[in-house]
């Protein structure tokens, strides 16, 4: 924008000298090397502008051209992952509905069984009923 004011100013200047009847041939001649010089650095901003936007353009076409697969490869994800949730879901249904899971991964029985500590047991281990004793018989047995 600079470059096109100097121009601009310039060509009036150009303009200017060869409207007044006594000019010379050198003033005329400088004043015209001056906008050649001004226009080839206003063509020059141009075109390395033009080079510039050209190779924004061509990385923001590889991005979106990337993006585009990205998006396509996780709308089938998104699909398959519906499909298969939905099949789970069905199969869910289907099954028998009397089946009920056991309530503690420990147990083979239906029921747990909870058991009240025994009175003696202390902290203090000054009882005759041990804390392994109690963990043997009724944790691990269960």
Same mark, same amino acid.
């Given at each position: 924008?600079?470059?096109?004011?100097?121009?601009?100013?310039?060509?009036?200047?150009?303009?200017?000298?060869?409207? /007044? #009847?006594?000019?010379?041939?050198?003033?005329?001649? =400088? &004043? @015209? +090397?001056? !906008?050649?010089? *001004?226009?080839?650095?206003?063509?020059?901003?141009?075109?390395?502008?033009?080079?510039?936007?050209?190779?924004?353009?061509?990385?923001?076409?590889?991005?979106?051209?990337?993006?585009?697969?990205?998006?396509?490869?996780?709308?089938?994800?998104? /699909? #398959?992952?519906?499909?298969?949730?939905?099949?789970? =879901? &069905? @199969? +869910?249904? !289907?099954?028998? *509905?009397?089946?009920?899971?056991?309530?503690?991964?420990?147990?083979?029985?239906?029921?747990?069984?909870?058991?009240?500590?025994?009175?003696?047991?202390?902290?203090?281990?000054?009882?005759?009923?041990?804390?392994?004793?109690?963990?043997?018989?009724?944790?691990?047995?269960?």
């Amino acid at each position: 924008v600079r470059i096109c004011c100097i121009s601009e100013k310039h060509g009036d200047e150009l303009v200017r000298c060869v409207s /007044e #009847t006594e000019i010379d041939r050198k003033t005329l001649s =400088e &004043r @015209a +090397a001056l !906008l050649k010089i *001004t226009i080839s650095a206003v063509l020059k901003a141009a075109e390395e502008f033009i080079e510039l936007s050209d190779r924004g353009s061509r990385r923001m076409g590889k991005v979106v051209i990337t993006e585009q697969k990205e998006k396509v490869m996780l709308q089938e994800q998104l /699909e #398959t992952l519906a499909k298969q949730h939905s099949s789970l =879901e &069905r @199969a +869910a249904t !289907l099954t028998d *509905t009397t089946f009920k899971p056991p309530l503690s991964a420990y147990s083979d029985d239906m029921e747990d069984e909870f058991h009240d500590a025994a009175e003696e047991l202390s902290l203090s281990g000054s009882s005759s009923y041990s804390w392994t004793r109690f963990y043997k018989n009724y944790v691990l047995r269960g």
